[in-house]
């Protein structure tokens, strides 16, 4: 039988997204404590944005991070607890906050290539006690090497593991092998995986991240996440028992968490979806958070917000770049009636 690998539950925290950050405080109580009946390995809690993410710019949460850890840390006894901090987002009165409520990891997220922003936030959490993981958000965005390279500087600040994270669910199972084998070769500590399902490939790639040395994954009920949600986590367990790995959640017990617990507090519109919208964004390789903007901004200029999506794909934007969209719109208008207008004129 396969080694066992540690499964964390994003529900409470990627799943966010899905419900615009308003589950409750009892909400997550109720979740919780049915994923440590299931004998989950961790459960993350916070804000989809991590703590401090509830605001105007990422979406004003149901309760704030202290409410929930309130909420959830009683319901947990196997099960370990996680949070998650973005350097700039989180701040080191929430990480005490966080460790005092009984947090036992904290990971600590940057894009791809901005490990560097991270050094004061992994040797304080180191500090306070908790394991420290680090997460290597739109990992398509950067070459195996590069990645390998912002991995060793996590691994350097005093990380106990590091995540490629295939946060536009953009990548193929090829390109996930690549990158977790190298990063499994160089670093002396774990690599972790985590997915989304913009392509369809959530489970198929996570399977192929544990094929190739990760020995850590991410996965939400029902697939809950941003974009087209997270690998579905009672299926990865199902998928995991059939490729042979001993797995610590119990299958039927995740099941009931996510049919009979989470299932009940959804609405058909926070339903993770694998529609058009999802699969562009995939297929681009863009944030979820651009696809608003990307509408508002092809309605305003006549553009087909496909062809902008690819075009802001291209120009690798991330989070923070959203003011580029009606600038690249723009000139997609102007080119678009450039060659309207040169077509004219050959007729």
Same mark, same amino acid.
Do not use: W
């Given at each position: 039988?396969?080694?066992?690998?540690?499964?964390?539950?994003?529900?409470?925290?990627?799943?966010?997204?899905?419900?615009?950050?308003?589950?409750?405080?009892?909400?997550?109580?109720?979740?919780?404590?049915?994923?440590? +009946?299931?004998?989950?390995?961790?459960?993350?809690?916070?804000?989809?944005?991590?703590?401090?993410?509830?605001?105007?710019?990422?979406?004003?949460?149901?309760?704030?991070?202290?409410?929930?850890?309130?909420?959830?840390?009683?319901?947990?006894?196997?099960?370990?607890?996680?949070?998650?901090?973005?350097?700039?987002?989180?701040?080191?009165?929430?990480?005490?906050?966080?460790?005092?409520?009984?947090?036992?990891?904290?990971?600590?997220?940057?894009?791809?290539?901005?490990?560097?922003?991270?050094?004061?936030?992994?040797?304080?959490?180191?500090?306070?006690?908790?394991?420290?993981?680090?997460?290597?958000?739109?990992?398509?965005?950067?070459?195996?090497?590069?990645?390998?390279?912002?991995?060793?500087?996590?691994?350097?600040?005093?990380?106990?593991?590091?995540?490629?994270?295939?946060?536009?669910?953009?990548?193929?199972?090829?390109?996930?092998?690549?990158?977790?084998?190298?990063?499994?070769?160089?670093?002396?500590?774990?690599?972790?995986?985590?997915?989304?399902?913009?392509?369809?490939?959530?489970?198929?790639?996570?399977?192929?991240?544990?094929?190739?040395?990760?020995?850590?994954?991410?996965?939400?009920?029902?697939?809950?996440?941003?974009?087209?949600?997270?690998?579905?986590?009672?299926?990865?367990?199902?998928?995991?028992?059939?490729?042979?790995?001993?797995?610590?959640?119990?299958?039927?017990?995740?099941?009931?968490?996510?049919?009979?617990?989470?299932?009940?507090?959804?609405?058909? +519109?926070?339903?993770?979806?694998?529609?058009?919208?999802?699969?562009?964004?995939?297929?681009?390789?863009?944030?979820?958070?651009?696809?608003?903007?990307?509408?508002?901004?092809?309605?305003?200029?006549?553009?087909?917000?496909?062809?902008?999506?690819?075009?802001?794909?291209?120009?690798?934007?991330?989070?923070?770049?959203?003011?580029?969209?009606? +600038?690249?719109?723009?000139?997609?208008?102007?080119?678009?009636?450039?060659?309207?207008?040169?077509?004219?004129?050959? +007729?």
């Amino acid at each position: 039988m396969t080694e066992s690998p540690r499964l964390v539950d994003m529900t409470l925290r990627d799943g966010m997204h899905a419900v615009d950050h308003q589950f409750t405080p009892d909400q997550m109580r109720r979740v919780a404590a049915a994923l440590d +009946d299931a004998e989950m390995d961790v459960v993350e809690v916070s804000h989809g944005d991590g703590m401090g993410g509830s605001s105007i710019n990422y979406g004003m949460a149901a309760a704030d991070t202290e409410e929930y850890l309130e909420a959830v840390a009683p319901e947990l006894t196997d099960t370990e607890l996680s949070v998650l901090l973005l350097p700039g987002i989180g701040t080191v009165e929430e990480l005490d906050m966080a460790a005092d409520h009984g947090a036992d990891i904290c990971r600590i997220a940057t894009h791809v290539t901005e490990a560097d922003v991270s050094q004061e936030h992994f040797e304080y959490v180191t500090e306070r006690g908790l394991e420290a993981n680090g997460l290597l958000m739109l990992s398509h965005m950067a070459e195996p090497e590069t990645i390998l390279e912002q991995a060793q500087l996590m691994e350097e600040y005093g990380a106990d593991a590091v995540y490629v994270m295939d946060s536009a669910g953009a990548l193929l199972p090829d390109g996930v092998r690549e990158r977790v084998e190298l990063l499994t070769d160089e670093l002396s500590i774990d690599v972790g995986f985590h997915a989304h399902n913009n392509m369809g490939l959530a489970i198929g790639n996570t399977l192929t991240a544990l094929d190739a040395g990760a020995v850590t994954v991410d996965g939400c009920l029902r697939g809950l996440g941003a974009g087209s949600g997270n690998a579905q986590m009672e299926v990865l367990v199902g998928a995991l028992e059939k490729a042979g790995y001993d797995v610590g959640p119990d299958l039927f017990g995740v099941m009931d968490a996510a049919e009979d617990v989470l299932l009940p507090m959804l609405t058909e +519109d926070t339903m993770p979806e694998l529609d058009n919208d999802s699969l562009i964004l995939g297929y681009a390789g863009v944030y979820s958070s651009f696809l608003r903007h990307a509408r508002r901004a092809s309605d305003r200029y006549g553009v087909d917000p496909r062809e902008l999506l690819i075009e802001l794909g291209e120009m690798e934007v991330v989070g923070g770049q959203e003011d580029l969209i009606t +600038d690249v719109a723009s000139r997609l208008a102007e080119e678009s009636g450039s060659q309207s207008a040169a077509a004219e004129g050959d +007729d």
